[in-house]
């Protein structure tokens, strides 16, 4: 008998945490920052209806339908199509590629929270704040520490299964993230760059944004909610039957949305304060935001706070994907939990160490268009996997499944929602789908701006 989440409130905190990552508290205030600010924001939030809601939908009525992890749900659902089995496969390859890089970025704020604690930034000028990163990515016994710390983390999660592993600490994570940056946001409100941070976030300037900033918006919307690599399929396949599919989504949705933007929040007014620009880009968070902690009153227990609050993100995120792999390996390996979860970390630790050497030991080598390994690795998941995968996730619940399944699943056997079922049905079929393909295709240069 297939295991179950305890409790809706579980449920959510768990999906929460793989869909908060990263990517809203690190990238979502940088790409917010170069592309403009509020009104970058407004067409984010459109995208998320459009576009990330809907197939986060089909991914749900996917896992709850089928109960099994990512390969085996489209094996159950489409047993004689080798084709649309395939995209069970694109999805686990998606889930491992990308949980080997992002292990090693996530080691990063464990540094960095390691450096807030003992003051690290303290006494140093920005130069040399901002050169620590350069002496982290380039220091392999570093790196190699820090991606066994996170992926030792992430195992511990893992291993204890869904109720007592998984949920409980997404439990403790969740609400202690919420709690973080409710408090840094408040803080932030006191500073002199308050209204500036305030009115760059949420006033939206339509000058300054451009068709690619719309796209980048698309796009983020899309794989800020964990989609298209395993994570949503496998989290479903844990829900009870009873629990319906649209109200939690929209609450996973909606709770993604409001943290990215309250990182926004908590981050524009501190930068503002101190004169700094917000289009920093990549180096936001590692290298802008320790010279700002360095300088304002209570700057070591924020920056403490804020690389804790970063670190709680990376591994909530982390441990879905580590799921993701080991719930493959448990239905159709048939491995016990212990065995599946420590080979998976093992696999993923090791694929690891070539993204963790990228800027030191392995610096010479470039794979894609002369990258670094890490980066090119994140290029191909990024630009080919995730929007290939979203692409057919959406294609396949709008024109493949039989549209008995789909409509049940999203109306409760016919007992609700059926305007919202036809709302979202047209969506996934010609939306969403149009939307992933533009962004895919502009991403690898078919479409040129």
């Known amino acids: 008998m297939r295991n179950h989440w305890s409790s809706r409130f579980g449920f959510i905190m768990a999906a929460v945490g793989s869909a908060v990552g990263l990517g809203n508290i690190w990238k979502f205030p940088y790409i917010t920052g170069m592309n403009g600010g509020g009104a970058f924001v407004l067409v984010y939030l459109v995208a998320i209806l459009c576009c990330g809601l809907p197939i986060l939908m089909a991914e749900f009525l996917i896992g709850r339908h089928s109960q099994k992890d990512v390969v085996g749900a489209f094996n159950e659902l489409t047993p004689k199509s080798k084709f649309w089995k395939s995209i069970g496969w694109l999805n686990l390859a998606a889930a491992f590629i990308i949980l080997s890089y992002y292990a090693v970025v996530a080691g990063w704020t464990l540094d960095y929270l390691f450096k807030s604690i003992t003051g690290s930034f303290a006494g140093h000028d920005p130069k040399e704040i901002s050169g620590m990163f350069g002496t982290l990515v380039t ?46 946001a408040g803080y932030a409100m006191t500073t002199s760059g308050a209204m500036e941070g305030l009115k760059f976030m949420l006033y939206p300037d339509f000058s300054k944004l451009t068709i690619n900033g719309v796209l980048e918006a698309i796009g983020h919307s899309f794989f800020t909610l964990s989609l298209a690599m395993g994570a949503m399929i496998t989290y479903a396949s844990y829900m009870d039957k009873n629990e319906p599919i649209y109200p939690v989504a929209i609450r996973i949705a909606f709770l993604d949305t409001l943290v990215a933007i309250i990182a926004g929040l908590a981050i524009f007014p501190i930068v503002f304060s101190v004169g700094m620009e917000p289009t920093g880009g990549p180096g936001l968070i590692f290298k802008t935001l320790p010279q700002v902690f360095a300088t304002i009153p209570f700057g070591g227990v924020l920056a403490a706070l804020f690389f804790l609050l970063l670190a709680f993100a990376a591994l909530s995120s982390a441990i879905s994907l580590l799921e993701v792999l080991t719930a493959f390996m448990i239905d159709e390996k048939k491995y016990d939990r212990k065995k599946a979860t420590i080979c998976m970390t093992i696999a993923v630790y090791l694929a690891g160490i070539p993204s963790a050497l990228s800027y030191s030991t392995f610096a010479h080598i470039k794979l894609v268009k002369g990258m670094e390994i890490l980066d090119s690795l994140d290029y191909v998941a990024s630009n080919f996997m995730l929007p290939i995968g979203g692409l057919l996730i959406a294609i396949y619940t709008g024109f493949i499944l039989d549209k008995k399944i789909v409509k049940a699943e999203i109306t409760e056997d016919g007992s609700g929602y059926l305007t919202i079922f036809n709302i979202w049905f047209f969506t996934i079929r010609y939306i969403a789908p149009v939307a992933v393909l533009v962004v895919f295709l502009t991403k690898i240069g078919v479409i040129k701006l």
């Open 139 to 184: 220091d392999p016994v570093r790196q190699i520490v820090c991606l066994t710390a996170f992926m030792g983390l992430c195992l511990i999660a893992v291993i204890s299964g869904i109720k007592k592993g998984i949920e409980r600490w997404n439990r403790v994570l969740m609400p202690t993230l919420f709690g973080i940056l409710i408090f840094m």
